[in-house]
């Protein structure tokens, strides 16, 4: 018999273990999808990383999230209110905030295995 739908209050979103420099809030992990959201205050950045066979979708809720990636990090990707952003799976970033408002985004993986390994920073 399929699972029934739920709703997923607000209130009740469990907040999950993460990176320095980001907060997150687990609202369903069912299978091979996790979503959430994740609160990245001024000033903060991530420490490198990579979401192993995870595709993760992003959707900037408020604030700008500013993400760092490729050779030696220098690409650079800035995204606002109202903006997607589709990181693929292994590809070694961080999100950084340099506004003066708190970026919140709602955060979608997708894969199996690992979701977040920490790395010493992009190929060089």
Known sequence: MPQPI???ASASLAHVETLPGVAR???????SIWSGLAHLEPGAATEWH??????TSLYVLNGTVRLEFGHEGADVLEAGPGDFVHV????????LNAG????ITV??????GLAMYSVDGPER
């Open 107 to 112: 955060m979608t993986r997708a894969g199996e």
């Open 6 to 8: 739920r709703r997923i």
């Open 88 to 95: 693929p799976a292994g590809t070694v970033h961080r999100e």
């Open 50 to 55: 990579h979401h192993g066979q995870y595709e």
């Open 25 to 31: 809030q687990e609202a369903i992990a069912a299978g």
């Open 100 to 103: 003066s408002s708190p970026a």
